[in-house]
């Protein structure tokens, strides 16, 4: 009996399981020594001890195991966990059952343990592997099928037996290869594949997998065939597949078998990835570039590729070889400075414009092979040839498109001198005329004021009105030739603009009345009184167009205004809208574009009725933009005429 116990003694404790056997007061008589490892007991002696001492956080649910054991219940758990008084929870799969006496009574109770806490860990980590799978698997960008194709491989071992050459044997039976897809097993497709194909569904693609081959896809899997009779574990290669109602697209097939199933095949990992863009891009380049090189080769205009990196020529095409005299080979062996006699930093210059521009113009000097310099322009603008950015440039030949222009120069010049000389001896010619004529009209005043008959007082106010109009005329002309000779010069100075446009209205009131017109002023309440400007070239330009409105309008009115524009009271300076409007005879559509030329107006037929020279706008525009203004006019035919111009002058 003793050595029954001894046994019984030892192999609980040398049991690889956790065992813990009590008495009916749940006192420790057996325990294993995988149970005080478990729990971390070996340096305690629980032999007598009650078990609730060695646990005192043990859950209620295990107690009441304890209880129902006690009265003869066996109760067990797979799966079970309690938390430790420290916080820590462990994981445990448990059976607790009723031990008996001789006497069949209930002696204790047997308590069988295991703790899994690692194993559940793991357990957990796999299920968290197992997800991460699961989403990489379905939100891949790419076709993902999972795949069995043992039976294929057992298949192709028996073909290869007989036929070691899989291309001719798929050759002559075509049929085999329908046969051998039949043998491929879908485990598993990602959602990606769905929208991919077209599908309605995951069962729906299984289902309909046969549609999804070209007959060029067809061909294709021989390769793929090939592949897995010898056991390559990685294959990747260009394919084409159909889909179900998305039309065929371009993709790229890889083969991944896992080194566990590498002899089995039983998984194996098929993505694709869509590359039909790609294609179509590749396609469109391919295109281009055949254009572009048919243009560049086939073009008679001149035509060179260079990198701006270096400045050799990358390449030329017949145009320019038969121009520069250099063959097509040899100007791909020199660089961009050699056809040029511009120094080297314009030539820099120009290919770094180029590539920061993006397109460019330039004119350069070059020299042909045998010497002969001439002048080129050059459209300049950047190509990106194999990935590489390069400037395409297209040469023109301007030799004597400069010659011409050089020519033309020389001539401009030459007219500009002959004007020049013309101004001025308009000028000095006026003046030479000025002086006798103001004697003229001088004496012939003072003749008036002598005793004279009624035929002889006529005759002296002829002479006068008719020396005046000469004199105007001659003014005229001789500030004409000073604005020309840019010898004309403005003078400010400070003045009371009201006094001036008073005197201004002065000078014309007569004329007017002698035309039946009335004369009508409009001046702002607000317009400051001391302005700075040149006040003789303002009067001038105010009876210039006061002149004009009298001169072509008869029993009408003429009306002069002045307002304020904008007033820069920080600056001192004030802008004025002057403006005259006359109830006169108009402008003809066809003829206002040139009625600020000078010896010009508005046609020939009013020359001979008002008379004058044409000049008079064309000073007063001229000297309106020595002020910085311009002078601007609206007319309707037959019911007159407003000029108007705004200058900006300072104000006390």
């Not at 095949?265 to 039909?276: A, E, F, G, Q, W």
């Not at 260079?306 to 017949?318: E, F, K, L, S, Y």
């Not at 045998?370 to 040839?385: K, L, M």
């Not at 004369?519 to 002149?547: C, F, H, W």
Request: hydrophobic share 35%; aromatic share 10%.
């Amino acid at each position: 009996m003793e050595q029954s116990y001894d046994l019984l003694q030892y192999l609980i404790k040398h049991d690889p399981n956790a065992i813990t056997v009590l008495d009916k007061n749940l006192k420790y008589i057996y325990v294993s020594e995988r149970f005080l490892h478990d729990y971390k007991l070996e340096e305690k002696d629980i032999i007598g001890k009650y078990h609730y001492e060695a646990f005192p956080d043990i859950p209620e649910k295990w107690r009441e195991s304890h209880r129902r054991a006690l009265n003869g219940e066996v109760t067990r758990s797979d799966d079970d966990f309690y938390k430790r008084e420290d916080g820590t929870v462990e994981y445990t799969r448990w059976e607790c059952r009723p031990w008996y006496l001789p006497d069949h009574t209930i002696g204790g109770i047997v308590l069988y343990t295991e703790v899994i806490t690692e194993r559940k860990r793991a357990e957990k980590e796999l299920q968290k592997s197992r997800e991460r799978y699961r989403q990489l698997f379905d939100n891949s960008p790419v076709v993902i099928w999972e795949e069995d194709l043992s039976e294929v491989i057992d298949y192709l071992k028996t073909i290869k037996q007989n036929n070691p050459d899989l291309d001719r044997y798929f050759h002559q039976h075509p049929d085999e290869i329908a046969h051998c897809m039949s043998k491929i097993k879908i485990i598993d497709v990602n959602d990606y594949s769905v929208e991919f194909y077209g599908a309605k569904s995951k069962a729906h693609l299984m289902a309909n997998m046969h549609k999804l081959f070209t007959e060029k896809a067809m061909k294709n899997f021989v390769q793929v065939l090939k592949a897995i009779a010898n056991h390559k574990r990685f294959f990747r290669m260009d394919h084409e597949t159909n889909t179900l109602g998305k039309g065929i697209k371009n993709v790229v097939m890889e083969i991944r078998i896992p080194e566990e199933y590498k002899d089995s095949l039983k998984r194996v990992y098929l993505s694709t990835t869509d590359i039909t863009k790609q294609k179509k891009t590749e396609a469109a380049l391919r295109e281009s570039e055949a254009k572009f090189r048919t243009l560049f080769e086939g073009q008679s205009a001149m035509q060179l590729i260079i990198d701006p990196q270096t400045g050799m020529i990358v390449d030329a095409n017949q145009a320019v070889a038969d121009f520069y005299g250099w063959t097509i080979n040899e100007l791909k062996q020199m660089n961009i400075i050699q056809l040029r006699t511009n120094p080297f930093e314009e030539t820099l210059k120009e290919l770094t414009q180029s590539i920061k521009n993006g397109k460019v113009y330039f004119e350069f000097s070059n020299i042909k092979a045998d010497g002969t310099p001439v002048e080129v322009e050059v459209f300049s603008s950047q190509v990106i040839i194999d990935g590489k950015k390069l400037i395409h440039n297209i040469v023109h030949d301007i030799t004597e498109k400069k010659r011409v222009q050089l020519e033309m120069e020389i001539a401009k010049e030459q007219a500009l001198a002959a004007s020049k000389a013309k101004s001025e001896f308009l000028a000095n010619m006026s003046h030479e005329l000025r002086t006798p004529l103001n004697a003229i009209i001088g004496f012939s005043e003072l003749l008036r004021d002598t005793p004279l008959n009624n035929s002889q007082k006529k005759y002296a106010d002829i002479i006068v009105n008719a020396g005046e109009s000469l004199l105007s005329i001659i003014s005229d002309i001789l500030d004409f030739s000073k604005i020309e000779a840019n010898k004309l010069e403005l003078f400010p100075e400070s003045f009371d603009i009201l006094e001036l446009i008073e005197n201004t209205l002065n000078i014309i009131r007569f004329k007017a009345y002698e035309r039946g017109n009335r004369l009508y002023e409009e001046v702002s309440a607000d317009i400051p009184r001391i302005v700075t400007g040149d006040m003789t070239r303002l009067k001038q330009i105010l009876i210039n167009l006061l002149g004009n409105a009298v001169k072509f309008t008869e029993n009408g009115s003429v009306t002069l205004r002045v307002n304020i524009i904008s007033k820069d009271e920080n600056n001192q300076q004030v802008t004025l809208m002057f403006s005259v409007q006359d109830t006169g005879i108009g402008i003809k559509k066809e003829n206002r574009e040139k009625i600020f030329e000078a010896f010009n107006q508005e046609d020939y037929s009013i020359t001979r009725k008002f008379g004058g020279t044409g000049l008079g706008l064309a000073i007063t525009n001229r000297l309106l933009e020595m002020m910085g203004s311009s002078l601007s006019f609206e007319s309707l035919e037959g019911k007159g005429s407003t000029f108007f111009f705004q200058i900006q002058i300072p104000y006390k």
